[in-house]
């Protein structure tokens, strides 16, 4: 009897489990462009980078605007490296298990409204000395895309703009990202962009891709023989269809 109980009990466990498989091998996942940070082109050979990022996600049902802060910071060419605590305007970051810096899971607001100078605090180990400046750079204005459409034809060339160079801007970064995680990346010192054919071309189609826009301020500074970059951005992504 027992053994029969069990018969009973195991076979609609696997007809159960027979379905799943099915269910699981007929299953796509959905492919999304991942949204990363944008790094400007004249970034290279430093020892420490300090970032500030401002995002515009929307507005809310009062029709405020929404923005999140963001904070980041690495020390180290090659492997980033402990150098004690790390604050960002008076805000402590958190510091991974690779010795990266990022904002507190609890904290979106470094106040990094448009125009301040944003002050860095370092305690200092690894071979960097403690320090605590204030950029001489200052936080970018809001950054606006200009009427860009939901879906870009990957058959013809086009033009993207935003709403002006942002005030305390010295550039805009502009990712067009596929499906795929391959992109287009540029910048320029003007509100426009033109993507030619030959450069779309790169691209793969799908509906859940992303056009990010990113201006910022660079500043680099040296200090007992280490180069450090503070830069600051503001940012506005937008999905897209690439059809």
Request: a negative charge; proline letters at 3%; hydrophobic letters at 40%.
């Amino acid at each position: 009897m027992m053994f029969r109980k069990n018969i009973q009990i195991i076979l609609p466990c696997l007809f159960i489990l027979l379905i799943s498989c099915k269910k699981k091998d007929d299953f796509t996942p959905i492919k999304y462009a991942e949204e990363t940070i944008l790094y400007p082109e004249n970034i290279e050979d430093i020892d420490a980078l300090l970032m500030a990022i401002r995002d515009d996600i929307g507005i809310d049902l009062l029709n405020k605007e929404i923005s999140v802060d963001f904070a980041f910071a690495r020390f180290g060419q090659t492997n980033s490296v402990d150098v004690g605590d790390v604050k960002l305007n008076n805000i402590l970051l958190s510091k991974t298990s690779a010795n990266q810096y990022i904002s507190p899971i609890d904290k979106n607001n470094f106040n990094l409204n448009s125009g301040i100078q944003n002050k860095w605090e370092i305690e200092g180990g690894s071979d960097y000395s403690a320090f605590n400046k204030s950029a001489s750079i200052k936080m970018p204005a809001k950054i606006t895309l200009d009427q860009v459409p939901d879906v870009i034809p990957l058959n013809q060339a086009i033009t993207l703009k935003v709403n002006g160079l942002p005030s305390n801007a010295q550039a805009i970064i502009w990712q067009l990202k596929d499906i795929n995680n391959q992109y287009i990346q540029k910048e320029t010192t003007t509100s426009q962009l033109t993507i030619t054919i030959d450069e779309l071309k790169q691209l793969s189609l799908g509906e859940n891709s992303l056009l990010k826009v990113a201006a910022y301020s660079l500043e680099k500074w040296e200090m007992d023989g280490k180069k450090f970059a503070f830069l600051n951005e503001f940012v506005e992504t937008k999905n897209i269809q690439l059809k």
